[in-house]
């Protein structure tokens, strides 16, 4: 059964139903014999109800895009009242139908007497939820609302006459039915409702190319005396994983206050490059690392620079470029060094007098090179066979552009600065192009999906959290706000799934494939 919109599937249907019934249902972990109000939206569910389920329930009633607005419970039931518009309730649905176990039905009613979106009630000894629709929000467009995908066997339907609804356009009542089925076991589809837990304090997370595998920094502080000083070592582990699963593919080993700068995935996933911003005595080093055997492949140095050497590998993963700023006893530069990825030679560097580099990105067929600087509203952009430069912003840009993408098609290049948020330029002209709407006070991560429709942008603040804003890459229309996240986040390769970091969690998977479609 494919996704279908309500008004094209049931615009003559009274109070439309989806039910998906699961799995039969072990008895209630518990019988209330009381009332009493919600904080926090839960319910009851029983007590062998495995652990992963659980995770999915909580997930999907806890959506960062759904806010709970009050709950309360009379002995097994329980009613949750929520806010949101019509793309968060599309996707609270789809994850609860998603849920194994449950029984999940939708609604509508205008006799809903609190100020709320939609009502939720659970049946604990049925694990059945109840999904009302309030006929008098104004947020909820009922011609936009997409009613849950069904995985697994064909749908086994009936439909039978109802009392319809207040609103005149409906006039019957559908029901719906179907089992699901365990997906393919060689899908990579992400169930949206997972959550990867991580090892450790896991401080930033990086994907590679293709998605399908990511690597994470975690550290842990030891307290030392020094004398009748108190001092701290920090000890930091770089982790391999499987994108899917979350599971440790490898460890590169713990190391004492490691001086790491950036760390970036070779576009094939084969390489891990890291670089150590070390002392002006030694210099910045370089290692590249074997993602399969975790064997150290190659390490050079470079002379010590006075930008933070991050990295950006060639889209044929031949060439290495690092920022850089200049020499310590040379005027400050902007620009960035190139290295052979097979000797650690290197072989150019593109570099004009300006302000350090702060980010470095490749055009898609590997031709321009763009480098912004800190403090600097330009984005210099290099011919890298040529070594010919030019400005893209004349106008300039607001803040420091601190990273830098260019989509999929090579048209456009997003900057994320540290003031203005996220701006788009024309990647040929410099021209501007029309900001995001609801844009972020300051960017620090880009993404696009790989078929260019959604631009993600992510914000960090100094305590390490975040938030995540999805856009329509070509509109500018904000589609979805990820809060208290990270600025860590990638595609799967599935390229439905978004994956991003919840400081101190893990990684939480959000399904965007509803964007895509549209």
């Not at 070390?278 to 399969?292: K, P, S, V």
């Not at 709407?437 to 305590?463: V, Y």
């Not at 329509?472 to 706000?481: E, V, Y």
């Amino acid at each position: 059964m494919t996704r279908k919109r309500l008004l094209a599937t049931g615009a003559r249907f009274g109070g439309l139903f989806v039910a998906l019934v699961l799995m039969q249902l072990s008895p209630a972990d518990r019988a209330l014999a009381a009332s009493g109000e919600l904080d926090t939206p839960q319910v009851s569910l029983p007590l062998d109800y495995p652990a992963k389920a659980r995770e999915q329930v909580y997930y999907a009633l806890n959506r960062m895009d759904c806010r709970f607005v009050s709950g309360f419970w009379l002995n097994s039931w329980t009613t949750l009242h929520y806010r949101g518009d019509t793309r968060a309730l599309s996707m609270f649905l789809d994850d609860l139908a998603k849920c194994p176990g449950v029984t999940l039905s939708v609604s509508f009613t205008s006799e809903i007497d609190v100020d709320c979106d939609w009502r939720v009630g659970h049946k604990a000894p049925e694990n059945r939820f109840q999904v009302e629709v309030n006929l008098k929000s104004d947020r909820i467009e009922l011609d936009k609302l997409v009613v849950p995908e069904v995985h697994g066997a064909a749908i086994r339907g009936k439909r039978k006459d109802a009392e319809r609804p207040d609103d005149a356009r409906y006039d019957a009542t559908a029901v719906f039915t179907a089992v699901a089925s365990e997906p393919d076991a060689n899908s990579e589809r992400i169930p949206e409702a997972d959550f990867l837990k991580l090892e450790g304090p896991v401080r930033s997370v990086v994907w590679s190319g293709d998605g399908k595998r990511f690597a994470s920094i975690s550290t842990r502080r030891v307290q030392r005396e020094e004398g009748d000083e108190l001092r701290f070592d920090t000890f930091t582990t770089v982790r391999i994983h499987v994108a899917r699963t979350g599971e440790e593919l490898q460890s590169l080993g713990e190391l004492k206050n490691p001086p790491y700068a950036d760390y970036r995935f070779s576009p094939d996933g084969s390489l891990l490059a890291l670089s150590h911003r070390n002392a002006i005595e030694t210099g910045d080093d370089i290692e590249l690392w074997d993602t399969e055997t975790t064997h150290l492949r190659r390490r050079f140095s470079t002379s010590y620079a006075r930008s933070r050497p991050v990295l950006a590998f060639s889209p044929n993963g031949k060439t290495l470029a690092v920022a850089f700023g200049g020499q310590t006893n040379q005027p400050t530069m902007v620009g960035a060094r190139l290295f052979d990825l097979d000797t650690g030679a290197e072989l150019k560097t593109l570099a004009e007098p300006g302000p350090t580099a702060t980010s470095v990105a490749f055009s898609p067929d590997g031709s321009l090179l763009a480098v912004g600087g800190y403090l600097d509203s330009n984005v210099h952009v290099w011919d890298v066979r040529s070594g010919e430069r030019s400005e893209l912003t004349p106008g300039g840009v607001k803040g420091s552009p601190v990273v830098l993408e260019f989509s999929p098609d090579g048209t456009t290049l997003a900057c994320g600065s540290s003031q203005g948020g996220v701006q788009l330029l024309d990647a040929a002209t410099g021209d501007a192009k029309s900001s995001p709407e609801q844009n972020l006070s300051s960017c620090s991560r880009l993404s696009f999906s790989r078929d260019g429709k959604l631009l993600i942008g992510a914000s960090r603040t100094r305590d390490g959290a975040g938030e995540v804003r999805i856009w329509d890459a070509q509109s500018g229309k904000m589609l979805l706000t990820l809060p208290d996240t990270s600025d860590s986040m990638a595609f799967a390769p599935d390229e439905r799934t978004l994956s991003v970091l919840i400081p101190g969690k893990g990684i939480r998977l959000v399904d965007v494939s509803r964007y895509l479609q549209e």
